[in-house]
């Protein structure tokens, strides 16, 4: 895919005044996306650094960020926070609490494995399905619930928490995994978005399939979902970034705190922690790092059908 | 025999309802139980006295919300957000796209550093934002040095601004990647033509690429709208359940009035918000639909 | 390549699939009835009965005694040990030592091994002759110079080896610190010994001292594996931990993490894993290999107040050995838990009382309702209690306990500490006390205190009852602010302004200090609920900024600082921020102040600016579907500590009880001439009396309580019947208010400017509650 898209097209002669512009505009073009680039990675060069930092160090740059009055109250910072990128002396000390002496942030690392991986596999191969079935058929009936599903997916959570919490209740599965994991699996994000896709797989190919006496479930496990490979890696990708990042379902769903996943661990950080903060959210990035770096080519690949031509 | 085929036909139509409508099931079914059911109880809610009494009220909720002050500063403040914010996440992230759709060196690079903020944890970022725009922090030292004065800027008008640069830092780059997935799918041939009857690149983007771009742009929107709800997240961890007047949005009015145990308020304020929503999407639809057919299959 | 990643992930989803499915039928059944329970056991041990008993030790089933005899005859005390062995009934008590007087002597720690050896560390005062002022010399003991050993004495009595630790503790910097606080015997025999603070010295079973270790932390205490190795909790850098202390290495070991966040320091061999970890409610067991943890059980359902385990055992049979002892009950036990399948047992109705803390005395009141109801049982639901130490925690929290209100789950019973009463009540959570208490038996709605109901009265509802009650308050000399209660916040800057330049106006004032007492009854001047307006941008608002900028930003302590009667005497002091539980904190007061004092409140609009606070009020939910018997349990609570007020701190809430306590308050204690049995007299032939307490002040300033006069009483009477208002505190806009005029304070903004933001913020949260 990529190789296509970098063969330049025909080229002319041009003059000379043309290839200079040229030149000067591709100069601004690098000069805008470096910027751009400079500010969009600095939390994280930030982040990483920063990690190799003491905890007393840390604690003496930020402590205060992160402190609260007695009654709760954000705390007024008065003495200036220093946003230092290099550590005064690199330390592995925040690594070797965090990997060696407290085997809770990596059994809560493991939470997050736990409850992310199941949502994203089954969440895409229910969406797969559904998608399928909306491409298939285009009733009235089926544009009202694609149309609702995108609505669902609008609402914040503070109006999905006390029903969320009232149907877990009544499953009986409230302070299992099972009450994060369902109502992620099911979830319309995916389908939204394969459905967008599905829909541009040429009509003509699946009638051919047809003619040649295929049925549905054929149509679809032999056609229809291989086409989708690239969608389906970009899809996984976002629902995988979204649940990696969840918070407020795991606080109120799972009420032991054993439970939780690290991203509940990273939203909440007080000064007293905060000295290990940057071990543990480094930790954290890299198996978004990995799918990133798997995933890149097929999220590019992936979101062109969708963005591409509806058909 | 034409009678014949066409009740086939109608059958095979009805047997790919029958079958597709199995395949939609196992979704459906979920999404019944675990979005439209709470959603039916949120309902409920919205037409009860309180959740402890749940005497039936029907719309004295709606007129409640609607006549409350902080709700529609609440809905004000959000629409606003919303109405600023997209709009520019659209518009920066399809700049970007085409920025990069130049061959510039290091493309794919830069790339994955625009799609890097996805995946900073929110303590990250909330911390740095902190560091950066606290009255006391970077930003501002900045501003002291150039001779400027302090600006608080979480606690004044500068507020959605501050949080509006959240948000598009952290979706531009996902943006982008839609963008430009939609840039490199329009067909060659196309632009081609358009070059040699020399038109000028910006003649180009507006009548050509524009219009292969519209789906994408129907897509972007919907995501950043979905996204700018997100950012809640992230504001409320910065400023609190009580923020300045400028940055209190719909979900802070929920979530303070699921503490003070106001449930009704809050699934009537839902379901306001919802209707909007289908009011705006539907909008959206309707506009895709209309500038998007000529380029369709 | 692919297929096997594909296969690869298959088979992790359904690994972890299934796992899932396990963890949710076990707490799917937790939620009804967990599989096993432990059942209480009460061991009764005859000799126990009206003697002096002092546990000191459960090990290896077998539980060590010490039983002080008090010998009419003789007039004299003495002390014997005793062991019993728990492992069959009906054993009597084995006599150890007896007669090993401990008259110069402190027994500071004791322990016993296997063998029934016992481990002292002793510390021995010189015997000093002194006299008094009367000539008398008498006999006392020089304790600043004592010498501590540690004495083995052999099961016969007999001593093993003595070895003296004086010059050792005297290592440690801080007197108070030199004490040895744990003990510890591990499977060799050698011992340990601890101060508590920063030390531990590891002695050899033959008594030679082997090396010390240094802590920069505080010792939480030291405890046995299952292995017989010794480990110390202590906190480190991220919380508490245990470390084993290894003998090789002459250093701290392993340090195990991952522990509960309620456990505390109290460690004992475990059952099948390695560590029994008490909490303060819960039992768990430890496993050092995984680090990880497991709940054994909740003391409550054993009936046992687990604050008041004293120690514990396990049995090679698998029973948990506790013993226990309630004071506010006045009970000590030994509970053998014993393991029993729930089909066994035969299940009770269930009430859960709910709240964000549920305080000991209610907690030993549950216990004493369950053990004396057969058809139902009181749980609780402490919604603070998993609560870790993150930002947000109480919130998340309060959010779990919404949930449980808001989905129909609430507990039958609330706690009213910690709780947004008035909200609660406006919401109609709370049901209506008031026909209960009308046709209660126990309690008298006559005898009761109006005001304490009226206060407990919001939105016509009587949402709870305490168990005793104080007030808050301001005084103030009757030449400082008149005779009349109540003013408002102009009022007292004015009042304020009058005071010399120098004058600190309150004890202790700060910025903050100040701001909170001027704003936190006292806010209705700037807000109107009713028609939702606020002025916070007012002039008089600022005013109240710039009044409260005058004072210091931090408190500062000093030695020569002049206390508070002497600031009183110089007329520096406006008021004193005073709790009244008692007519002597008034006494205290007057006798301060030289004159008569006015409780003037705090300021504020309406009524007269004191509040009231209850202790341990508990209110029932209109949903609850055992209303009846959730009262029968308040009515037993309320009604025991209303007819016995005993020691309990505050007000009793009855009128009878209250008149009792004040009756109580104004009879003298004289000083009797112990041979004649007459009134001593002083020489202005006035009868001395006995002070009934007294406050003590730094500069050698003290003030007694003596007997109560009649205008004292009437004045604390007076204030209890005129303050009707319950002591809540709306946070939210205490934490506006507070967050944003730290920027003022810190002079980094002008007062205009923080009260703009203060203005919007509190509009909405007003607009909010419309």
């Known amino acids: 895919m990529s190789g296509k898209r970098t063969a330049a097209p025909a080229r002319l002669r041009k003059g000379r005044k043309k290839k200079i512009f040229k030149y000067t505009s591709l100069g601004i073009a690098m000069v805008t996306a470096a910027l751009f680039a400079i500010l969009f990675l600095m939390p994280i060069v930030l982040t990483i650094t920063n990690s190799f930092m003491t905890q007393s160090e840390i604690s003496s740059n930020y402590g205060s960020v992160f402190a609260t009055t007695e009654t709760g109250g954000k705390v007024y910072i008065s003495e200036k926070i220093n946003l230092k990128f290099i550590p005064d002396m690199v330390s592995l000390q925040q690594y070797i609490t965090v990997l060696l002496k407290s085997p809770e942030y990596l059994l809560k690392f ?147 705190p054993e439970m939780h996943p690290l991203s509940v661990f990273l939203s909440k950080i007080n000064s007293g922690e905060i000295g290990l903060a940057f071990a543990v959210a480094t930790i954290y990035m890299v198996p978004c790092l990995f799918v990133f770096m798997y995933g890149e080519e097929y999220l590019v690949e992936g979101i062109t059908y969708q963005g591409g031509i509806k058909g | 025999m034409k009678a014949g085929q066409k009740h086939k036909i109608s059958r095979r139509v009805r047997k790919q309802k029958v079958s597709s409508g199995a395949f939609i099931a196992p979704s459906f079914l979920g999404v019944l139980l675990f979005f439209i059911l709470p959603f039916i109880v949120v309902i409920y809610y919205s037409m009860i006295d309180n959740p402890i009494a749940g005497n039936f009220v029907f719309l004295e909720n709606f007129r409640i919300v609607l006549r409350n002050a902080a709700f529609r500063k609440a809905a004000g403040n959000t629409l606003m957000f919303s109405a600023v914010a997209v709009p520019l996440a659209v518009v920066l992230s399809l700049m970007l796209a085409v920025l990069l759709d130049n061959k510039i060196p290091f493309r794919s690079q830069f790339r994955t550093f625009f799609l890097s903020p996805m995946m900073v944890p929110v303590a990250s970022i909330v911390l740095i934002w902190q560091v950066l725009f606290h009255y006391n922090g970077a930003v501002n030292d900045v501003m002291v040095a150039l001779g400027g004065s302090k600006i608080d800027w979480m606690k004044s008008e500068y507020s959605q601004v501050v949080t509006a640069i959240l948000f598009l830092w952290k979706n531009l780059g996902y943006n982008m990647i839609l963008f430009m997935a939609a840039l490199t799918s329009i067909p060659k041939d196309i632009l081609e033509v358009a070059r040699l009857e020399s038109a000028n690149s910006l003649q180009t983007f507006f009548y050509i690429k524009m219009r292969y771009l519209s789906p994408t742009i129907l897509f972007v929107t919907i995501m950043s709208l979905i996204n700018s709800f997100k950012v809640f997240r992230e504001v409320y961890l910065l400023t609190g ?21 106001d449930y009704q308020k809050l699934s009537a304020a839902a379901i306001i918000m919802s209707l909007v929503m289908i009011v705006i999407i539907g909008i959206l639809f309707l506009v895709e639909n209309h500038f998007g057919k000529d380029v369709e299959g | 390549m692919k297929v096997r990643i594909v296969k690869g992930i298959a088979l992790f989803l359904s690994a972890v699939m299934m796992l899932g499915l396990t963890a949710c039928g076990s707490s799917g059944q937790k939620e009804d009835r967990p599989e096993f329970v432990y059942v209480p056991e009460y061991i009764q041990v005859p000799q126990w009965k009206d003697q002096d008993i002092n546990v000191m030790q459960m090990s290896g089933e077998k539980l060590y005694y010490r039983v002080w005899a008090w010998d009419e005859t003789t007039g004299e005390g003495s002390t014997a040990y005793y062991s019993l062995d728990l492992s069959q009934e009906g054993i009597e008590p084995a006599e150890l030592f007896a007669g090993m007087s401990d008259g110069s002597q402190d027994f500071m720690h004791m322990q016993f091994d296997e063998a029934g050896n016992m481990y002292a560390a002793v510390r021995t005062y010189e015997e000093i002759q002194e006299t008094d002022e009367r000539g008398n010399t008498y006999t006392t003991y020089d304790y600043e110079n004592a010498e501590t050993a540690l004495i083995k004495y052999l099961a016969d009595g007999s001593e093993g080896f003595r070895l003296d630790l004086t010059k050792m503790m005297s290592e440690v910097q801080d007197e108070y610190a030199r004490y040895i606080q744990y003990m510890e015997i591990d499977k060799a025999g050698n011992i340990y010994l601890s101060n508590s603070e920063s030390k531990i010295w590891v002695i050899s079973a033959e008594g030679q001292p082997l090396f010390t270790l240094n802590v920069s932390s505080w010792i939480n205490g030291m405890g046995r594996s299952r292995d017989g190795d010794v480990y110390a909790t202590m906190h480190d850098g991220n919380g508490i931990v245990l470390k084993k202390i290894d003998l090789a290495a002459k250093d701290f070991g392993e340090t195990l993490s991952g522990l509960p966040t309620n456990f505390y320091g109290d460690v004992q061999p475990g059952m099948t894993k390695d560590f029994l970890l008490k909490g303060d409610t819960v039992l768990y067991e430890y496993d050092a290999k995984t680090q990880t943890y497991e709940e054994i059980l909740k003391f409550i359902e054993c009936d046992i107040n687990g604050s008041y385990v004293q120690d514990m055992c396990v049995t090679e049979d698998g029973r948990i050995l506790v013993y226990y002892s309630d004071w506010s009950l006045g009970e000590t036990e030994i509970v053998s838990l014993v393991k029993t399948p729930s089909s066994e047992v035969t299940e009770k109705v269930t009430l859960t009382l709910g709240g964000m803390y549920i305080s000991q005395d209610i907690q030993s009141a549950i216990i004493k309702f369950n053990k004396s109801s057969d058809q139902y049982r009181i749980t609780i639901k402490d919604y603070s209690e998993s609560m870790g130490t993150e930002e947000n925690a109480w919130e998340d929290a309060l959010t779990r306990m919404n949930n449980d209100i808001l989905t129909g789950n609430a507990p039958d019973m609330i706690s009213l500490d910690n709780m947004n009463v008035k909200m609660l009540a406006a919401k109609g959570v709370l049901e209506d006390l008031t026909s209960y208490l009308e046709s209660s038996d126990r309690l008298n709605r006559e005898d009761m205190i109006d005001s304490v109901l009226k206060a407990y009265t919001m939105s016509d509802t009587l949402c709870g009852i305490p168990l005793t009650f104080y007030i808050s308050t301001l005084l103030s000399g009757v030449s400082v602010v008149g005779e009349e209660p109540g003013w408002t916040i102009d009022e007292m800057i004015e009042a304020a302004d009058q005071m010399p330049a120098d004058a600190p106006i309150m004890e202790y004032a700060t910025k903050n200090s100040m701001l909170q007492i001027l704003t936190i009854y006292g806010m209705d001047s700037y807000m109107n609920w009713e028609t939702g307006e606020c002025s916070f941008e007012s002039e008089e608002f600022i005013r109240v900024l710039e009044f409260a900028n005058r004072f210091p930003k931090e408190r500062t302590y000093s030695e020569d600082d002049p206390v508070m009667p002497e600031l009183v005497e110089q007329g520096k002091l406006l008021a004193v921020d005073q709790t009244i539980s008692s007519a002597g904190d008034y006494q205290i007061i007057k006798t301060i102040w030289g004159e008569d004092v006015t409780c003037i409140g705090y300021p504020t609009n309406s009524g007269n600016g004191s509040v009231l606070q209850g202790s341990e009020a508990i209110a029932i939910s209109s949903k609850s579907k055992n209303k009846d018997v959730a009262w029968e349990f308040l009515e037993g609570m309320i009604a025991d500590v209303a007819e016995d007020p005993g020691h309990s701190w505050g007000f009793p809430i009855t009128k009878s009880a209250l008149e009792a306590k004040f009756e109580e308050d104004m009879t003298p204690n004289y000083q009797y001439d112990y041979e004649t049995g007459e009134i001593l007299l002083d020489e202005n032939g006035k009868p001395l009396e006995y002070s009934k307490g007294g406050w003590s002040f730094g500069n050698n300033v003290s003030y007694d309580i003596y007997a109560a006069t009649q205008e004292e009483v009437d004045a604390v009477k007076e204030l209890i019947e005129s303050t009707t208002t319950l002591a809540t505190v709306d946070m939210e806009i205490l934490n506006i208010i507070q967050e944003e005029v730290a920027f003022y304070f810190e002079g980094q903004k002008s007062a205009a400017e923080v009260a703009e933001v203060i203005q919007s913020t509190i509009q909405v949260y007003v607009d909010e509650n419309r």
């Not at chain 1, 109502?183 to 003509?204: C, D, E, H, Q, Y």
């Not at chain 1, 970034?241 to 606080?251: A, F, K, R, S």
Request: net charge neutral; aromatic share 14%; with cysteine.
């Open chain 1, 110 to 256: 493991w939470n997050s494995v736990i409850l992310v991986v199941p949502i994203v596999v089954f969440q895409l191969v229910i969406a797969t399905l559904a998608s399928y079935g909306f491409m298939r058929y285009r009733g009235r009936m089926r544009e009202i619930i694609f149309f609702s599903y995108i609505i669902l997916m609008l609402m914040p959570y503070q109006v999905t928490l006390v029903p969320n919490y009232l149907v877990s209740g009544w499953l009986n599965i409230l302070d299992t995994n099972w009450s994060i994991w369902l109502p992620g699996i099911m979830s319309p994000f995916a389908v939204f978005l394969l459905t967008k896709f599905m829909r541009r797989i040429p009509v003509g190919v699946i009638e051919a399939a047809q003619i040649d006496g295929a049925g549905e479930w054929q149509i679809f496990s032999k056609i229809c979902a291989p086409l989708c490979k690239g969608a389906l890696c970009s899809a996984a990708i976002l629902v995988f970034i979204d649940y990696w990042n969840m918070v407020e379902q795991p606080l109120i769903l799972l009420s032991d």
């Open chain 2, 241 to 261: 359940d009580r923020p300045y007047d400028t940055l209190y949005m719909l979900q802070h009015f929920m979530n303070n009035m699921f503490k003070s145990l």
